[in-house]
Structure formats: structure tokens, C-alpha cells
């Protein structure tokens, strides 16, 4: 059922539905829009780098749920920038490693393993990536879901009650 079809008690009423329906439209692309050109991907990254900067100041490796353990594995990287960042974590502060930054996790082996043996990369680059691939894909769903529902609005418009 149409939702034009609701308003058809007369002309004024479909006429002011389909203005109403237009605002609403309109309102949405506008918002889209500005979200869009708002976005700032130095200002995220800076956002991320700070959160990640802080959860490693407090990071133990007795917690294996750890966001920190999941990112490092999941994205083969070790650290911020490198694996030197986790000097700021008291508990890693001589040298050693979470078990996480391992390329084959073993119980200890960042306190023991080459540095060979170690992811070098950092995870900020790689993390800021996959946040940013996510959100695009999101904004794409979002375009998309609007014009399906502004032509299935202006279907309803030429519809006659």
C-alpha cells in the first residue's frame, strides 16, 4: 500500500504530503552531505592514535581478550608505530613484548623471541585503514538506501487516489 494513499481525502491533503515527503528528502541529503564533507580523516586518525595510546599505557598480557591482543593478531602488527611503543607500558618498559606481537603466539614469547620473530609493523596505520574502509562502506549503504526510498516516494506521487 502506498503511503500517498493515506492523505487522499483531497488535493490539499496529497499536495501537502508530497511537499512534506520532499522536505524530508531533501533534509536527508543535505545532513548526508554535510557528514560527508565534515569527515576529516587526520582528526579520526588523531582520535584513534590517542585512544590506542592509552589503552597500551594500561595494558597487562594476563588479559587475553584484550582489544590490544585481538588488533595485533588480527592485523599482524605490534604497537602504535612499532614494537618500541610498548617501552611506555610499565610492564614492558626494559624491552620485552606482549605475547601478541609474536608471529607464532607462545605463552612469554615476547619476553624471549628475536626481533624477527616480531611483527614490525605498527597498528595505527593498519587499524586507521580498516575504520576508514568501514566507514565509506556504510555512507555508500546509506546513499543507496535514500534514493531507493526517494523513488519509491516519487512512485507514490504519481500514483492517482
Not at 31 to 44: K, W, Y
Request: net charge negative.
Amino acid at each position: 500500500m502506498c503511503m500517498a494513499s493515506i492523505c487522499c481525502l483531497n488535493t490539499v491533503c496529497t499536495g501537502f504530503f508530497h511537499f512534506i515527503t520532499f522536505i524530508i528528502i531533501l533534509v536527508c541529503i543535505i545532513i548526508m552531505s554535510i557528514t560527508i564533507n565534515d569527515f576529516n580523516n587526520e582528526a579520526i586518525t588523531d582520535k584513534i592514535e590517542e585512544n590506542m595510546r592509552s589503552e597500551l599505557k594500561t595494558f597487562d598480557n594476563k588479559t587475553v581478550e584484550n582489544i590490544w591482543s585481538f588488533i595485533q593478531q588480527d592485523l599482524h602488527c605490534c604497537g602504535i608505530t612499532n614494537s618500541s611503543d610498548w617501552q611506555e607500558n610499565s610492564h614492558y618498559a626494559s624491552g620485552p613484548v606482549p605475547d601478541s606481537c609474536c608471529k607464532n603466539v607462545t605463552n612469554l614469547c615476547g619476553e624471549t623471541t628475536r626481533p624477527a620473530d616480531l611483527f614490525q609493523n605498527g597498528c595505527l596505520q593498519l587499524f586507521g585503514q580498516q575504520v576508514f574502509s568501514h566507514f565509506w562502506m556504510v555512507v555508500m549503504l546509506l546513499s543507496g538506501f535514500c534514493i531507493i526510498n526517494g523513488l519509491v516516494v516519487c512512485s507514490c506521487c504519481f500514483q492517482t487516489c
